[in-house]
């Protein structure tokens, strides 16, 4: 298996779709927050570096981020394939992982970006609701997502609630920041000839569409 760069703006799909393929294919997902996280918790210096930095709500550098990352494609839970979720998010990081592939002598693989309309977007953010308890995404305007009770979670009978910035004016603020900061990346790799687009429009949390992508990726990724 090809190991995959996922791009997607925040509500896009993309953590259903990163979910699909490592229960189909069994990659490694691979998000930043979580693998700075996880480093944090192991007991050597770049660890307590990043830890410390966490702790106090410091900045954490690229090159303690590339260091990670270096550290965790190196594993063998990653010899089969892995996903990044939340990396590169600059052409800088761009650069500096292709450095890094280099150096592990390991093969970039293929980037998958995914669009989506900006009224569907819309729809997505706003409307979405998360679980307090377990943490199921819901949303308002979405048959199949929708909440069969106002409030309730349909899968465990917890709290909903709507992130503080869940909202139309926040979420244009983001999507114009990810665009302006995407945009060389995705240049970057459409130049390689290794960028590849999924309309995630249809997308639904449903068994049947997700499987219709991982169908049309299928000959891409192997």
């Known amino acids: ?56 709500g410091i900045f954490v550098s690229n090159d303690i981020i590339f260091e990670a990352i270096e550290y965790k494609i190196s ?14 998010r600059n052409l800088e990081q761009a650069e500096g992982y292709s450095k890094i592939l280099e150096k592990l002598n390991k093969d970039l693989g293929v980037v998958i970006n995914m669009t989506i309309p900006d009224s569907l977007l819309i729809n997505r953010i706003i409307g979405r609701r998360m679980c307090k308890e377990c943490g199921a995404i819901h949303n308002i305007y979405s048959e199949e997502l929708k909440p069969l009770k106002e409030g309730i979670c349909n ?22 920041t990810y665009f302006k900061v995407t945009a060389p990346i995705i240049d970057y790799y459409k130049e390689q000839g290794i960028l590849y687009e999924v309309d995630s429009s249809d997308m639904k949390q449903t068994l049947m569409s997700v499987e219709e992508i991982l169908k049309n990726l299928g000959d891409k990724i192997d």
């Open 155 to 176: 899968k465990c009978g917890g709290t909903l609630y709507q992130r503080d910035d869940d909202n139309e004016e926040a979420m244009k603020t983001r999507v114009e």
């Open 75 to 88: 594993q063998p839970e990653c010899a089969n394939g892995y996903i990044l979720d939340g990396f590169p």
């Open 1 to 56: 298996m090809k190991n995959l760069i996922l791009l997607a703006v925040q509500g896009a799909g993309k953590g259903t779709l990163a979910k699909a393929l490592k229960e189909k294919y069994g990659y490694e997902h691979i998000s930043t927050g979580d693998l700075l996280r996880e480093r944090a918790l192991v007991g050597d210096e770049l660890g307590m570096k990043i830890k410390n930095l966490i702790d106090n």
